[in-house]
């Protein structure tokens, strides 16, 4: 426990440096806190043709345009949406981890999803939440938010609102803001399946406060953080609101739900952490077969249930939008289950329970950028190619790497969050049955089939896969030294051999 602590407050002291290098601008106004997704490139907009060479006189009174009001139905379904994200992580993730693992490392395990979700969730209310969705530069944000201050407007008696991506569309940003805590949560959470049974829990610990400061929330800023739609009144002034916004969404890369943030950032820590780490012992020479598949299917299907809260949730309205997040959820998962069980088939000549788990994940996490940001065809498609790339990544790919991923979190997560990232550049073509992006904020106009380029938005989105592989893995191996240094990655051969149930935690999860 003293460990624990010094590990923790070690991590703590160095958030002060790291949290330095955002600028603390003013508070920004309530409508201007980002919505999460950056569905959208801010283009500017044309100027007028010509201007009056005086402003007509305002009225001797004017009317103050009322402050936008939250609506109850959008309000309801975002907090609907937490508690499904909230559902994928514990037990959802937890159980699916947990039944690929050996037996005596099971409760390890669901300890370092639940206490990791819990830890990173504080964290977010603290500073995370400032750090990425407050203005600052393109990198961080800012302390306005630093502990949840201002979420309460004092000058109207009311909760602050959150933008929406519609003008005059407001959430509570407290609602917001929870939303965004489930997503760094589970962020963190993935990461340990990379390294299971045979990592410190302090050290998973002491490397998520490191790597959820000086990654997560640093991504989560560059991907996702902008003015908000309300802000763009006027031509003159986009291009000072786009210079505000985070690097990547100022770049025009699309992420509805999290392919970069979540998937691909979780991806890398975990591929750098196993390579840190070391291989469990007797890796390759032992069997290390999952003890319980019927935990990881149920565990595989509370994903999928609460994949929904994850993606369609990220509309933050209850509309159209969030419906076709809804649609491509439900059909490129299926698709994927299926193509998972085909490549079983073709290379195996049999289709495994582990497979169709595995394909589900896959499709899952391959659809999340694309979402709300494809048409159903292209989200089948997706869904269909993650299923043979996520078999490739577990095989193929796994043996190149060379590194003992224990629950194949690149091999999943990294490969089909790439291949979902820039497919999404392809499938949001109108031409190809997409929405788009909304072209021009000021006027809301959306981008056409007629101007709409393929090369163009692949490449955006390349370069936001490559700026999250590179980011996260910079900081992961930084963190994981830092605590290899300090109090040690890796439990004794000893402690591994008998498990990390008794060792690390007391306690077995099945009587002998």
């Known amino acids: ?8 407050t070690l991590g703590l002291s160095l958030l002060i440096g790291g949290v330095a290098m955002a600028q603390t601008p003013a508070a920004p106004a309530a409508s201007e806190v980002a919505p999460v997704a950056a569905m959208a490139e801010a283009k500017p907009a044309e100027a007028p043709a010509s201007a009056p060479a005086v402003a007509p006189a305002a009225p001797a009174v004017a009317a103050a345009a009322p402050a936008p009001v939250p609506n109850k139905g959008d309000t309801a379904w975002m907090m609907v949406s937490t508690l499904l994200v909230i559902l994928m992580t514990v037990p959802g993730l937890a159980l699916f981890y947990g039944g690929l693992v050996r037996s005596k490392n099971m409760l390890s395990v669901l300890m370092q999803v639940m206490v990791t979700f819990s830890l990173i969730v504080v964290l977010w209310f603290i500073y995370g939440y400032s750090l990425a969705f407050t203005e600052g530069n393109a990198f961080f944000g800012g302390f306005d938010r630093l502990f949840m201050a201002g979420v309460w407007d004092n000058a109207a008696g009311t909760f602050a609102n959150g933008a929406t991506f519609s003008k005059g569309v407001v959430i509570p940003e407290i609602v917001f803001a929870a939303f965004q805590a489930t997503f760094a949560g589970i962020t963190g959470a993935l990461i340990v399946g990379a390294f299971a049974e045979r990592m410190k829990f302090s050290a998973v610990l002491m490397f998520m406060v490191l790597w959820f400061t000086f990654s997560y929330a640093p991504i989560a800023h560059m991907v996702w953080f902008w003015m908000g739609p309300d802000a763009y009144t006027a031509a003159d002034l986009v291009d000072g609101l786009n210079a505000k916004a985070g690097y990547l969404w100022q770049s025009g890369a699309l992420d509805f739900a999290g392919g970069t943030v979540v998937h691909i950032n979780a991806a890398v820590a975990g591929l750098v952490g196993a390579y840190m780490v070391g291989k469990r012992i007797g890796y390759g020479k032992e069997s290390m077969a999952p003890h319980n598949l019927t935990l990881t299917m149920v565990g595989a299907s509370l994903l999928w249930v609460g994949w929904f809260g994850f993606n369609a949730g990220s509309a933050l309205e209850a509309n159209g939008f969030a419906a076709l997040a809804f649609i491509n959820t439900f059909g490129a998962t299926a698709a994927a289950v299926l193509a998972w069980c085909i490549g079983e088939s073709l290379m195996r000549g049999k289709a495994s329970m582990l497979g169709a788990a595995s394909g589900c994940v896959a499709g899952l996490v391959a659809i999340t950028p694309a979402a709300g940001n494809v048409g159903i065809g292209g989200a089948l498609i997706i869904g269909f190619l993650s299923g043979f790339a ?5 095989n193929g790919l796994k043996k190149l790497l060379g590194a003992d991923d224990s629950l194949d979190v690149f091999g999943v997560h990294g490969v089909c969050g790439i291949l979902g990232a820039i497919l999404t550049g392809v499938f949001n073509s109108p031409a190809l049955g997409g929405p788009g992006y909304v072209a021009d ?17 692949v490449w955006i989105q390349t370069k936001a896969v490559l700026t999250t592989v590179i980011w996260s893995g910079v900081v992961s191996f930084v963190a994981f030294k830092i605590v290899d240094l300090t109090i040690g990655l890796r439990v004794s051969e000893e402690h591994e051999r008998e498990g990390l149930d008794v060792t690390s935690h007391g306690e077995t999860a099945y009587s002998r």
């Open 390 to 394: 996520g078999l490739w990544g577990v």
């Open 441 to 457: 904020w000021v006027t809301a106009s959306m981008v056409t089939a007629d101007n709409f380029s393929i090369a163009s938005q």
């Open 1 to 8: 426990m003293k460990k624990l602590l010094a590990s923790l």
